[in-house]
Every structure is written in structure tokens, then in C-alpha cells.
């Protein structure tokens, strides 16, 4: 860096010669070799309204990137802009935005920073976090009075973390010619309102964020932009001690209260016990089956903590032989080693945090969710580094503890969600929504209390192959199995370049295959006459199965999405996601969506 002065506010001509138009013939130069179309009908969208905000909303993977840059080179082709500012979660995605920048012939400074206040005349714009904003709101919006300035705000539902970052992105970009704010993940339920955003009156009348474009898992897996994921789900016995001295032992994914789900999926992670080893080493046989196919595709472990993180790469230099690249949050060199990891073809890594959002890793193939944060927000960022597509037919696969609400976030990729402001007092008799909320908002935290954390010891775990999950159905053998058996191997050997519809034929025909065979086996003793003759965990398992037949139907039917049908059934009978329902709940869904198909049919 020189630190001279800023050059001139409009751009040499070489420079805007070099910029556009880069649409519609293609997208920004180097970052693909033509628009996707949603990105064409987005810029349509975008250039015919010439919107001062304009909020975007795709699925991780998509294409966000390419998208904004090529708006960005289009109008700086047009002069309609002088300068670029892009706000990032986190340092390393500002350099990989400056390196997707640099290959489309926009010059970005991801190393600027508001005390310096001037950057190279090399640059055409500058790279800077929600923090970074935040600390010096006051000499971001100097510069942004300066230039007609396109703001980019990557991932903006960050801005609405904490109030200070969204009062600091308004105050920095209220005079910016042009704003562009986008999103992959499903918005959180809460009071602060983010910048920029327009809200509208939604559900009883409660402010709901308005997306201008709207691009979702479902509609991407259509087009073959994303990857197909199947989600194992691995339970189990667990032992662990309370600070009492109380020894404890429960099933992982069974009904407990929050704090027992909390211990029991941290024995689970717990690398002493016997749990995560089988998890990896199960993970470990699915990677080497997707590699037959995709020889370069890697794993990623998302780990709690570091000493975790260390922990799991031990294990999985036991399971696969190879060392493993481990990515602490902390370390200088973290963006440097996922930038490795993304050009060389080792098997796995293990990353705290740092690959939870936006970082672009496109051979990931293989996960394992092996951290107790569970927060839908997180989890689709996280479920976000394995969709990206490649090449047509390769699927993704990731491990995750049978618990709950991460059952429930599988089952429901397809399902679109806003950003809601909170909840409104209607009448006298709901003067207490507000305290009400943020007593919800409490019990719903993720992570135990400190006290917990220190009264609690991990005694021992058992993994048991769960199930299936995928699109919005579940596939398994009406019960747990031994982690290397016969039957789950029906599953960790699918092979790994499927298309989606091949998929979910090959799920069908292999459940009802090892259905059969368990059939012929039992034939001495033929099975009870009706459902409520057999055990509950069989009867759940039948009630699912028939739900989810009835809901795959209504998909050949409609062509509505299976994770849709699902969301509109909760809406309707309540209760949880199909995973965790009662017996009750199913029977209710069962009945409805055979309502559905009697009115339609009439």
C-alpha cells in the first residue's frame, strides 16, 4: 500500500473499458463463465427497477458473489458508481471477496481500515467486517459522501447482531448511491430491525422482512446450482455424572428435558468416548465411497472448541491414516489453511467457527455436525459449505447427532424464512408479550449455563445408525443399527455422483429391499395386526413411514416440495418436525393431508 491520496472519483477510462458491461452475456469476469439464470433474472430484475436498496436472498452455493460483483461491474460500466465498499462477517471472507473481486477486474483493498482513511489509487474499492464498521461508523460515511458508492452488505442478517453494528452500518451507509445487501440463511426472530431492509406487515400483523429476490434450496436443487444432501443421523446409549454425583444414562434423540438433551449430546461429542470414533470412522467410509467418484472431494469436522478440534484430528488420523488440517478462529495463518485445503485433495479438516459462513471450499463433500451450537441460523451456514455444486450428480453428506432440533433443521432445508420483528401486543390480555418473548428467547439458549458446564462429566457413549434424512423425508430400518453393519452400509455406500431424483429412488428401493428381506426373515412370526398392537418406537416408525409416504405423493401430485408440505402440516396440527412428533401428532398430519388430497380430487 502507498497511501496515496484517492484517485479521481471517476475512473480512467482503461479501467471502466476493462469493467462492462459484464451482462447479460456473462457474469463478472472470471467468476463463471455465464450468468445462472437466476442471476440474469435477478440483474433483469435489478436494472429495470433501479433500486437504491435492493435485498437478495439465495441459497449457500448459488451464487451471491457472482451476483453482486456483476452488478457491481455493470454499473460501474454505466459511471452509475465510483467506488465499492463490501461489508463481510469476517476477515477472511474480506480477502476472499477481494480475490472473486480481482478476477472479475474490480481492484478491491481488503486490508483497508478506517483509521488510515486513504487506500492505493490502484483500488477501485475496499473490503471492511460489520466490526470494523462499527468502531468508526463517523469516517466510513466521509468516505462514502466522497464517491457515488455501491455498498455490498454480505450476509446481512449480521448487521441486526448487535445494535451497535446495525446503528453503525446505517450511520456509515445512509448517503451511498446504491445498496445491495445479501443473504443465504434463514433470518432469527428478533427486535432489532436491519438496516436497509424494508419490512412489511406479515402473520397478525408483525413486521416482516421483504426480500426483492428469492432464490431457495428447493428451487437451486431444480435447477442442479446445489447438491443433493443426506443428512445420517447417528444415536445411542450415553452415561455421564452430574456435579451431585447423580450417574445419568439416556438414548440420544429420546424426549428429555433441555438440559439432559444438552449433556447428553455433549457426551456424545466427547472425543473419549465411544461415539464420535464410530461417527468418524463411519464418515470416513462414506468419503472414501464419494471419492471413487469425485477423487478430490474432502470432509470437514465442525468442531465446539479447539481442544476438540485437536482432539477429532487425532481420531482421524487414526480412522483414514492421513493427517488431518486443523483451522482454529484465533490462529494468523487460519485463512491460509483453508485456502490450501481448497486447492490440495486431502481428506479431511477440522475447523472451529471458521467455516461456518460464506468460506467457499467447493470440494467439500462430507460433514460431520459435531458441535453443540444449534441455532437454525448456524446450522444452515454450516450445512452452506457442503450444497455448492461442481459438476452435475455430486451429493453431499452430513453426520449429525439424533438430536431434535437438528432433525427438525434437516427435515426443513426447503423452507423459506423471513426476518420478523419480535411479536406485537395486541389487547390488554397480551400486555405481557414482550417479557414473554424474552423468556422464550432465554430457554431457547444453545449452549448450558457455566454452572452446567462445570458439573458435568462424560462417562461412556454408544453410536447407533439412526437414519436417513432427505428431502424432507426419512429412510432407515424402522430402528437403530450397529454402527458397521449391513445395513448401514445400505446407506454410507450410495455412490456418490446421483442425481437428486436418483437419489430418493435409491433410498426407496434399499429400505424397501432391507424391508423385504426383514419380512422373509420373520415370517415365523408374523407381525402384530394393527399399529397400536406393536411396541411406541415401532409405531412412531410406521406412523413416519406412512406421513412420509402420503407427503411424497402429494409431491408427484403437486410438485410441491417434501420439506414444504411438512412446514404447512406443522402450521395446521402443531407440534414439532416429523422426527421427534408424537403418535398423536403424526396420526393428526396423517389425516390432514388426506383431507387435502379428497378436496383436490373433488
Request: proline share 5%; charged share 20%.
Given at each position: 500500500m502507498t497511501g496515496r491520496p484517492e484517485a479521481d472519483p471517476q475512473p480512467s477510462a482503461p479501467l471502466g473499458s476493462r469493467l462492462g458491461p459484464a451482462w447479460p452475456e456473462r457474469a463478472a469476469w472470471g467468476t463463471a463463465t455465464s450468468l445462472r439464470a437466476w442471476q440474469s433474472a435477478a440483474m433483469k430484475?435489478?436494472?429495470?427497477?433501479?433500486?437504491?436498496?435492493?435485498?437478495?436472498?439465495?441459497?449457500?452455493?448459488?451464487?451471491?458473489?457472482?451476483?453482486?460483483?456483476?452488478?457491481?461491474?455493470?454499473?460501474?460500466?454505466?459511471?452509475?458508481?465510483?467506488?465499492?465498499?463490501?461489508?463481510?462477517?469476517?476477515?477472511?471472507?474480506?480477502?476472499?471477496?477481494?480475490?472473486?473481486?480481482?478476477?472479475?477486474?474490480?481492484?478491491?483493498?481488503?486490508?483497508?481500515?478506517?483509521?488510515?482513511?486513504?487506500?492505493?489509487?490502484?483500488?477501485?474499492?475496499?473490503?471492511?467486517?460489520?466490526?470494523?464498521?462499527?468502531?468508526?461508523?463517523?469516517?466510513?460515511?466521509?468516505?462514502?459522501?466522497?464517491?457515488?458508492?455501491?455498498?455490498?452488505?454480505?450476509?446481512?442478517?449480521?448487521?441486526?447482531?448487535?445494535?451497535?453494528?446495525?446503528?453503525?452500518?446505517?450511520?456509515?451507509?445512509?448517503?451511498?448511491?446504491?445498496?445491495?445487501?445479501?443473504?443465504?440463511?434463514?433470518?432469527?426472530?428478533?427486535?432489532?430491525?436491519?438496516?436497509?431492509?424494508?419490512?412489511?406487515?406479515?402473520?397478525?400483523?408483525?413486521?416482516?422482512?421483504?426480500?426483492?429476490?428469492?432464490?431457495?434450496?428447493?428451487?437451486?436443487?431444480?435447477?442442479?446450482?446445489?447438491?443433493?444432501?443426506?443428512?445420517?443421523?447417528?444415536?445411542?446409549?450415553?452415561?455421564?455424572?452430574t456435579r451431585a454425583g447423580d450417574e445419568i444414562a439416556a438414548r440420544l434423540g429420546e424426549p428429555l428435558t433441555k438440559d439432559l438433551t444438552n449433556q447428553a449430546l455433549r457426551t456424545a461429542l466427547d472425543p473419549g468416548g465411544s461415539w464420535m470414533p464410530a461417527v468418524l470412522a463411519a464418515a470416513d467410509k462414506r468419503l472414501s465411497e464419494v471419492r471413487r467418484?469425485?477423487?478430490?472431494?474432502?470432509?470437514?469436522?465442525?468442531?465446539?472448541?479447539?481442544?476438540?478440534?485437536?482432539?477429532?484430528?487425532?481420531?482421524?488420523?487414526?480412522?483414514?491414516?492421513?493427517?488431518?488440517?486443523v483451522v482454529l478462529s484465533d490462529e494468523k495463518a487460519a485463512s491460509k489453511k483453508i485456502s490450501e485445503f481448497s486447492g490440495n485433495d486431502k481428506r479431511w479438516m477440522v475447523a472451529v467457527r471458521m467455516v461456518s459462513e460464506g468460506v467457499d471450499v467447493p470440494r467439500l463433500a462430507v460433514g460431520v455436525y459435531a458441535t453443540t451450537t444449534s441455532t437454525p441460523l448456524f446450522f444452515a451456514q454450516a450445512v452452506g459449505r457442503f450444497v455448492r455444486a461442481r459438476n452435475r450428480g455430486e451429493t453431499a453428506s452430513v453426520f449429525l447427532p439424533s438430536v431434535p432440533n437438528l432433525l427438525g433443521f434437516a427435515s426443513e432445508m426447503e423452507v423459506q424464512r423471513d426476518h420478523v420483528l419480535g411479536r406485537r401486543v395486541n389487547d390488554e390480555g397480551d400486555i405481557f408479550a414482550a417479557e414473554e418473548q424474552l423468556m422464550a428467547e432465554a430457554n431457547a439458549g444453545d449452549a448450558a449455563s457455566d454452572e452446567l458446564l462445570g458439573s458435568f462429566e462424560a462417562m461412556g457413549s454408544e453410536a447407533r445408525f439412526d437414519r436417513v434424512l432427505y428431502d424432507g423425508g426419512e429412510f432407515g430400518h424402522a430402528g437403530e443399527v450397529h454402527v458397521g453393519s449391513e445395513e448401514e452400509m445400505d446407506f454410507l455406500g450410495i455412490p456418490g455422483l446421483l442425481e437428486p431424483d436418483q437419489v430418493r429412488e435409491l433410498l426407496h428401493h434399499r429400505q424397501s429391499e432391507r424391508a423385504r428381506k426383514q419380512k422373509a426373515a420373520s415370517a415365523a412370526a408374523p407381525p402384530p395386526d394393527t399399529v397400536s398392537d406393536?411396541?411406541?418406537?415401532?409405531?412412531?416408525?410406521?406412523?413416519?413411514?406412512?406421513?412420509?409416504?402420503?407427503?411424497?405423493?402429494?409431491?408427484?401430485?403437486?410438485?410441491?416440495?417434501?420439506?414444504?408440505?411438512?412446514?404447512?402440516?406443522?402450521?395446521?396440527?402443531?407440534?414439532?418436525?416429523?422426527?421427534?412428533?408424537?403418535?398423536?401428532?403424526l396420526h393428526a398430519r396423517i389425516d390432514r393431508i388426506r383431507e387435502w388430497a379428497t378436496r383436490k380430487s373433488s
Open positions: 430484475q435489478y436494472f429495470d427497477n433501479q433500486p437504491r436498496d435492493f435485498l437478495a436472498v439465495a441459497t449457500p452455493g448459488a451464487g451471491k458473489t457472482t451476483f453482486a460483483l456483476s452488478v457491481a461491474a455493470e454499473l460501474l460500466g454505466r459511471r452509475m458508481v465510483d467506488r465499492i465498499t463490501i461489508v463481510a462477517p469476517t476477515e477472511h471472507l474480506k480477502l476472499q471477496w477481494a480475490e472473486a473481486a480481482a478476477r472479475a477486474g474490480i481492484p478491491i483493498d481488503p486490508t483497508y481500515s478506517a483509521g488510515k482513511g486513504k487506500t492505493s489509487q490502484d483500488f477501485v474499492g475496499i473490503a471492511v467486517t460489520y466490526a470494523g464498521v462499527a468502531v468508526n461508523p463517523l469516517a466510513m460515511r466521509i468516505r462514502t459522501e466522497r464517491f457515488k458508492t455501491l455498498v455490498i452488505l454480505d450476509e446481512v442478517h449480521h448487521a441486526g447482531d448487535a445494535l451497535s453494528w446495525g446503528e453503525g452500518v446505517r450511520e456509515a451507509f445512509e448517503p451511498a448511491s446504491r445498496r445491495l445487501a445479501l443473504t443465504g440463511t434463514p433470518f432469527r426472530s428478533d427486535i432489532n430491525p436491519i438496516p436497509f431492509v424494508t419490512y412489511a406487515p406479515g402473520d397478525h400483523g408483525v413486521p416482516t422482512s421483504v426480500a426483492d429476490y428469492t432464490y431457495g434450496y428447493a428451487h437451486a436443487l431444480a435447477d442442479h446450482v446445489v447438491r443433493p444432501v443426506l443428512f445420517m443421523a447417528y444415536s445411542g446409549e450415553m452415561q455421564w455424572r467418484h469425485v477423487p478430490d472431494a474432502g470432509g470437514l469436522v465442525i468442531a465446539t472448541d479447539q481442544d476438540s478440534a485437536r482432539a477429532y484430528a487425532k481420531l482421524l488420523k487414526t480412522v483414514s491414516g492421513e493427517s488431518a488440517t406393536v411396541s411406541a418406537h415401532e409405531q412412531l416408525a410406521v406412523l413416519r413411514r406412512e406421513l412420509n409416504g402420503l407427503v411424497a405423493a402429494w409431491h408427484h401430485r403437486t410438485g410441491q416440495a417434501h420439506g414444504i408440505t411438512h412446514a404447512a402440516l406443522r402450521k395446521e396440527c402443531g407440534g414439532p418436525a416429523a422426527a421427534v412428533a408424537t403418535a398423536t401428532q
